[in-house]
């Protein structure tokens, strides 16, 4: 089984910091890319960051220059800085884990639980 465990959401003003962290566990043969979602009230879940294996990125226009993803392959972890948060950054964030499992060559979508970013004065 794999599981995808998030941290680090929480409430903070406009114009702050946040980090957020997901460390993939179970029996993974390999990685191909993770990446965070978001998704507001009444809104269709949208892509925020992606990283590949090799550290290609990818980055909404809402969030470039912003944002950073990056990634410590060994631990099997995936970061989120976010910086210079904004009112509409609110949202529930997902991270997402494309990889083979152990046993395997097929290549499957994981999700965590998701950890709730709000950002309010």
């Known amino acids: 089984q794999v599981q995808l465990v998030e941290s680090g959401g929480g409430l903070v003003q406009p114009g702050g910091s946040l980090r957020l962290s997901c460390v993939v566990s179970?029996?993974?043969?390999?990685?191909?890319?993770m990446g965070w979602y978001r998704q507001a009230p009444g809104k269709q879940r949208e892509l925020v960051a992606d990283?590949?294996?090799?550290?290609?990125?990818k980055y909404a226009d809402s969030v470039k220059g912003r944002f950073t993803i990056s990634q410590d392959n060994a631990k099997k972890t995936v970061y989120l800085q976010m910086n210079s948060l904004k009112p509409e950054d609110t949202a529930v964030y997902y991270c997402?884990?494309?990889?083979?499992?152990?046993?395997?060559?097929?290549?499957?979508?994981?999700w965590g639980q998701g950890t709730q970013v709000t950002v309010s004065s």
């Open positions: 990283i590949t294996d090799g550290g290609i990125t």
């Open positions: 997402n884990a494309a990889l083979y499992q152990s046993g395997t060559f097929l290549l499957r979508n994981y």
């Open positions: 179970g029996s993974i043969f390999k990685i191909n890319h």
